[in-house]
């Protein structure tokens, strides 16, 4: 039997080995040292003990200072790794990501690469409420110039990191905070790197395709569960990058099945679903059986209570309405 481990040792491990192999690679942000617990939830424990304070830079709390900050040290030559606590907390820092990060290998000829990876975390299910829960993966995949990823189980995590670190443009690395505790096999190489931009065949399945990823990965293979109990076989693909996505993987799926349905956590009203969808029929339009189903959070804040949290959060039963909905 394979070791498990947590998405949070997941981290810490790929975090280690990173910085053991290279060293120029350093981490940013609020609370990441030692003396302060290795962050809010010691994602970085015994980061800076193993390899100094000059390297794990626990920062005030200003989202601005630290992205600032992480952008100079890539554009001077280091790896820099920098934590926001919560994604929704990237948006006081959106000018120096957008306007800075993700720009300056255009605005500089190609002559300046910003080796920056960000990590955070979200995800509703702790009762964190509107400003500390959501999934805001589209704005960022709509701006030219960086790179959107994040990962299923503790080895993806763990492999698609390594990548983000080790890739020279700035990369937004979403960690879902509900699976931070939840375990799965540990990669059999700490160092591995998954390459970006290339998704993952989760399940096969020959009548419908789901495309997803991050948490509601497992939420489409419940599904897919489900309706093979029913005879129906479920693709389930898992795109692990969002940009740059892997089209000819979902296309290839999505032609030999002929139904696809397309699910984030994420508001589904001008979510990334959207833009998959939209290619899928203008690619394979005369392949589809039915059109492109998609299952997203409706247009709200992520709300406080437990009940009406539930309800926000795409669940195995979304996914299968849909995935009917293409069969009918």
């Given at each position: 039997?394979s070791k498990q481990i947590t998405t949070l040792q997941a981290i810490n491990e790929a975090m280690h080995h990173a910085m053991a192999a290279d060293p120029t690679v350093m981490l940013f942000?609020?609370?990441?040292?030692?003396?302060?617990?290795?962050?809010?939830?010691?994602?970085?424990?015994?980061?800076?003990?193993?390899?100094?304070?000059?390297?794990?830079?626990?920062?005030?709390?200003?989202?601005?200072?630290?992205?600032?900050?992480?952008?100079?040290?890539?554009?001077?030559?280091?790896?820099?790794?920098?934590?926001?606590?919560?994604?929704?907390?990237?948006?006081?820092?959106?000018?120096?990501?957008t306007n800075h990060a993700a720009k300056l290998r255009f605005m500089s000829g190609g002559q300046t690469a910003v080796p920056l990876t960000i990590r955070c975390t979200t995800g509703a299910?702790?009762?964190?409420?509107?400003?500390?829960?959501?999934?805001?993966?589209?704005?960022?995949?709509?701006?030219?110039?960086?790179?959107?990823?994040?990962?299923?189980?503790?080895?993806?995590?763990?492999?698609?990191?390594?990548?983000?670190?080790?890739?020279?443009?700035?990369?937004?690395?979403?960690?879902?905070?509900?699976?931070?505790?939840?375990?799965?096999?540990?990669?059999?190489?700490?160092?591995?790197?998954?390459?970006?931009?290339?998704?993952?065949?989760?399940?096969?399945?020959?009548?419908?395709?789901?495309?997803?990823?991050g948490p509601q990965v497992a939420v489409a293979q419940a599904a897919a569960e489900t309706m093979a109990a029913e005879g129906v076989g479920v693709q389930v693909i898992d795109l692990r990058?969002?940009?740059?996505?892997?089209?000819?993987?979902?296309?290839?799926?999505?032609?030999?099945?002929?139904?696809?349905?397309?699910?984030?956590?994420?508001?589904?009203?001008?979510?990334?679903?959207?833009?998959?969808?939209?290619?899928?029929?203008?690619?394979?339009?005369?392949?589809?059986?039915?059109?492109?189903?998609?299952?997203?959070?409706?247009?709200?804040?992520?709300?406080?209570?437990?009940?009406?949290?539930?309800?926000?959060?795409?669940?195995?039963?979304?996914?299968?309405?849909?995935?009917?909905?293409?069969?009918?």
């Amino acid at each position: 039997m394979s070791k498990q481990i947590t998405t949070l040792q997941a981290i810490n491990e790929a975090m280690h080995h990173a910085m053991a192999a290279d060293p120029t690679v350093m981490l940013f942000g609020e609370d990441v040292a030692d003396p302060e617990e290795g962050g809010v939830n010691g994602a970085s424990k015994g980061l800076s003990t193993k390899f100094g304070d000059l390297r794990v830079r626990s920062t005030p709390i200003s989202e601005q200072a630290i992205i600032g900050a992480a952008i100079g040290a890539a554009m001077a030559g280091m790896r820099p790794v920098a934590e926001i606590m919560l994604m929704n907390f990237m948006t006081v820092a959106m000018d120096m990501i957008t306007n800075h990060a993700a720009k300056l290998r255009f605005m500089s000829g190609g002559q300046t690469a910003v080796p920056l990876t960000i990590r955070c975390t979200t995800g509703a299910g702790f009762g964190t409420a509107g400003q500390h829960s959501d999934f805001l993966e589209a704005w960022f995949a709509h701006t030219a110039g960086l790179k959107v990823v994040t990962g299923a189980s503790p080895a993806e995590v763990s492999g698609l990191l390594n990548s983000c670190i080790f890739d020279d443009d700035p990369c937004i690395f979403i960690e879902n905070l509900p699976a931070y505790w939840q375990k799965g096999d540990a990669p059999t190489d700490p160092g591995a790197r998954i390459p970006l931009g290339v998704a993952r065949i989760a399940r096969p399945g020959d009548d419908v395709t789901v495309i997803t990823y991050g948490p509601q990965v497992a939420v489409a293979q419940a599904a897919a569960e489900t309706m093979a109990a029913e005879g129906v076989g479920v693709q389930v693909i898992d795109l692990r990058t969002i940009v740059p996505w892997d089209r000819e993987t979902v296309l290839n799926a999505v032609a030999k099945t002929g139904r696809a349905v397309v699910t984030h956590e994420a508001v589904k009203a001008f979510g990334v679903g959207a833009e998959i969808s939209s290619v899928i029929h203008e690619e394979l339009f005369s392949d589809l059986k039915a059109a492109v189903q998609r299952v997203g959070a409706p247009s709200c804040a992520v709300p406080y209570s437990n009940p009406l949290e539930k309800a926000f959060v795409p669940d195995a039963d979304k996914v299968l309405a849909a995935i009917r909905k293409t069969l009918n």
